[in-house]
Every structure is written in structure tokens, then in C-alpha cells.
């Protein structure tokens, strides 16, 4: 089974998923981590901005990481409608696609929490804008081509958050 984390920088996809597979004992597949253990300096560079990364060259790294895994959790991809159509070309299946849905203002919080380099006010509402205006489009594709949709209010505690997902994930499951 293939649990596909989708919504807005700093809406809890990574916290979320990574504790998801830890439980389940499946493989965490994050776009963004694989991008952020990069050491080329190019990526550490245009991470550093809000642009997103070539479709094609995103998903062969995640596709390095699915080879030969049956069940797995994946992080923010497909992130594009072209992320996924080239996973439905691969014959790649997604199951369940789960939506964290969390407000501008909290993802500013979160995001400034974090602390990271490139999540400077801006960035993160410029790739909020980016997620808002493609993701009807993407999930619409996905739900065409088989995957079930949840869509999850983000904003809680981690627990809260982690339990309203693995609620919906069984009674997904059970349909």
C-alpha cells in the first residue's frame, strides 16, 4: 500500500508521515528530505528560494527510493499533476492520498519555529499560494486514477493530528 502525505509547507506531512511508517515499520519517502541531504551546491541554492524542482528529476530520486518497496509512505509527491502523472505512467499505485489542511497564519507559525534557512515569511507564502492554486487539479487526477482521499484538519497537537489520520486510514482501509 502506498499512503501519500499532500498540503502546504509546514503543515505537519513529515511529522506526521514519518511517525505513520515508524508505526506501520514502512519505508518514509520525503521529496524534500532527499533534496535537503543534497550536498550539490545548485540544490542548496535554489532551496534557499520558493522555485520548485524539475518534475522528472524529483521523481527519479523518489523512484530510486520505491524500487522494489511494496508499501510505503510518501512526503509531499507527487507535489505537481505532472509528479503524478508520471507515477501512474510508471505503473506506480497510491492508495490513499492524505490532505493535512492547515491555515496560512499556523503554517507561518510552525514554519518560524522551525527555523530553517529557507523559511523565510515570503517563501512559505509563495509556496502556500503554489500548493492552494494546483492541488484540486492533482487530487482530482489522483481520485481518477483509484486513490481514496483524505482530507485532514491539520491543526492540533501532533497527537490530535496523527490520530484523526489513522482514523481515516481505517475506515478508508475498511471500504
Same mark, same amino acid.
Given at each position: 500500500?502506498?499512503?501519500i502525505f499532500l498540503g502546504?509547507?509546514?503543515?505537519?506531512?513529515?511529522?506526521?508521515?514519518?511517525?505513520?511508517?515508524?508505526?506501520?515499520?514502512?519505508?518514509?519517502?520525503?521529496?524534500?528530505?532527499?533534496?535537503?541531504?543534497?550536498?550539490?551546491?545548485?540544490?542548496?541554492?535554489?532551496?534557499?528560494?520558493?522555485?520548485?524542482?524539475?518534475?522528472?528529476?524529483?521523481?527519479?530520486?523518489?523512484?530510486?527510493?520505491?524500487?522494489?518497496?511494496?508499501?510505503?509512505?510518501?512526503?509531499?509527491?507527487?507535489?505537481?499533476?505532472?509528479?503524478?502523472?508520471?507515477?501512474?505512467?510508471?505503473?506506480?499505485?497510491?492508495?490513499?492520498?492524505?490532505?493535512?489542511?492547515?491555515?496560512?497564519?499556523?503554517?507561518?507559525?510552525?514554519?518560524f519555529l522551525r527555523g530553517?534557512?529557507?523559511?523565510?515569511?515570503?517563501?512559505?507564502?509563495?509556496? *502556500?499560494?503554489? *500548493?492552494?492554486?494546483?492541488?484540486?487539479?492533482?487530487?482530482? *487526477?489522483?481520485?481518477?486514477?483509484?486513490?481514496?482521499?483524505?482530507?485532514?484538519?491539520?491543526?492540533?497537537?501532533?497527537?490530535?493530528? *496523527?490520530?484523526?489520520?489513522?482514523?481515516?486510514?481505517r475506515e478508508v482501509i475498511?471500504?
Open positions: 500500500m502506498r499512503i502546504g509547507p509546514g503543515s505537519g506531512k513529515s511529522t506526521v508521515g514519518n511517525r505513520l511508517a515508524e508505526d506501520f515499520n514502512w519505508p518514509w519517502i520525503s521529496s524534500g528530505e532527499i533534496l535537503r541531504e543534497s550536498k550539490e551546491p545548485w540544490v542548496v541554492e535554489r532551496l534557499k528560494t520558493a522555485a520548485l524542482f524539475d518534475d522528472e528529476m524529483v521523481a527519479g530520486l523518489v523512484f530510486s527510493r520505491l524500487h522494489g518497496v511494496k508499501d510505503a509512505i510518501l512526503d509531499g509527491f507527487p507535489r505537481t499533476l505532472k509528479q503524478a502523472e508520471i507515477m501512474i505512467e510508471r505503473g506506480e499505485e497510491i492508495n490513499v492520498v492524505v490532505e493535512l489542511v492547515v491555515p496560512l497564519e499556523e503554517i507561518q507559525k510552525r514554519l530553517r534557512e529557507q523559511d523565510t515569511k515570503e517563501i512559505a507564502e509563495e509556496r *502556500y499560494n503554489d *500548493y492552494e492554486r494546483t492541488k484540486t487539479e492533482l487530487i482530482a *487526477y489522483l481520485v481518477g486514477n483509484g486513490s481514496k482521499i483524505l482530507t485532514i484538519d491539520g491543526v492540533g497537537t501532533q497527537d490530535e493530528v *496523527y490520530n484523526r489520520v489513522i482514523e481515516g486510514i475498511k471500504k
